[in-house]
């Protein structure tokens, strides 16, 4: 039951010392924001428009891209329009309906990323067993059992919010709603046993198994004789390898380092690396260096251009072809 509150709206102040950059800063995050979009449906379209994506790797990759959807339209628009005005305010429960919908999707993204490490782990220590152990339908039934557990852990969250007594102020010093800054207007006794239990299941829990994972495939992959095989298989980990740096790399800064001595505007600028450029780089570094995924991408491409998938594949042909010189 929620107890009765003396604030009903949030103000978010964000940059508020970036008024004569807002607009280039502004422009900047509308261009990561519609990038951040067009990469992540682009990547969950190939996935299900292309049979040589068919594989457990790539429907982790399009949950991964479904988390960063969730969490760029539910926290970015705010960012957008607290950079622009100077600030912004919001009902004190679209700010715990903001926060809760956050806390879904990075606590489904952080299980996710240790679920497509055991993935690895299996494909490159025990190859012959891939396919058995990787089933469509254990994968299915891992990835809804990931967002069953997200939710849960975002009603706990609400539940633990609800029940405090926020008396003011009224000011978050933040970008958007997270559960450190409404912990700070509260005047209830908070406990710090929620923080690390959540902490440690949702960011240690997982980076541990991704840890123990890669240890394995390292491992694994030093017993292979040829350089080419050891650049093969670890080609195969490294993106995920890049996604896990970044992601866990920011998130293990803010919420489980001490906040003592660090500055407000470093927590932002972190802040924005998790929710806002992360989302963007997935896609990136999940197809850059990804021949399948550029594959599905020429023949979607030639689809939407002539109309059919492997109409441009024959034309650059004929034109080479054509184009031969003549003995």
């Not at 067009?38 to 049979?51: C, E």
């Not at 405090?164 to 046993?193: A, N, R």
């Not at 541990?208 to 080609?235: D, E, Q």
Request: with cysteine; hydrophobic share 50%; proline share 4%.
């Amino acid at each position: 039951m929620v107890l009765m509150n003396n604030i009903t709206s949030i103000v978010l102040l964000g940059f508020s010392d970036l008024q004569d950059f807002k607009f280039l800063f502004f422009s900047l995050l509308v261009l990561i924001y519609c990038g951040t979009i067009a990469g992540n449906l682009l990547i969950i379209t190939l996935y299900f428009g292309s049979k040589a994506l068919q594989s457990p790797m790539y429907f982790f990759i399009t949950q991964i891209s479904l988390c960063d959807l969730l969490v760029t339209t539910d926290i970015v628009p705010t960012i957008l329009h607290t950079v622009l005005y100077g600030g912004s305010t919001m009902t004190l429960i679209s700010c715990i309906i903001q926060f809760s919908i956050y806390a879904t999707s990075e606590s489904s993204e952080c299980l996710l990323l240790s679920l497509m490490s055991y993935d690895r782990y299996v494909a490159i220590c025990n190859p012959l067993r891939y396919h058995s152990i990787m089933t469509h339908m254990l994968c299915v039934i891992s990835v809804v059992v990931i967002w069953l557990v997200g939710i849960m852990v975002m009603l706990i969250d609400v539940v633990f919010v609800n029940s405090f007594y926020f008396c003011g102020p009224h000011v978050i010093d933040h970008l958007y709603c997270d559960l450190e800054p409404l912990v700070q207007l509260s005047c209830s006794e908070t406990s710090i046993i929620h923080t690390l239990i959540m902490g440690f299941f949702l960011i240690i829990g997982p980076f541990i198994v991704i840890v123990m994972s890669y240890v394995y495939i390292v491992l694994t992959i030093m017993k292979i004789p040829s350089n080419t095989g050891r650049r093969k298989a670890f080609s195969t980990c490294s993106s995920h390898l890049i996604v896990v740096s970044i992601f866990y790399g920011t998130l293990i800064i803010i919420y489980m380092f001490p906040k003592r001595g660090r500055s407000l505007i470093l927590n932002k600028v972190l802040s924005l690396i998790y929710t806002v450029l992360t989302p963007m780089l997935n896609p990136i570094i999940y197809t850059l260096r990804n021949k399948d995924f550029k594959k599905a991408f020429h023949k979607l491409k030639s689809l939407i251009l002539f109309g059919h998938p492997i109409l441009l594949e024959g034309t650059l042909q004929q034109l080479g072809a054509h184009h031969k010189p003549k003995s």
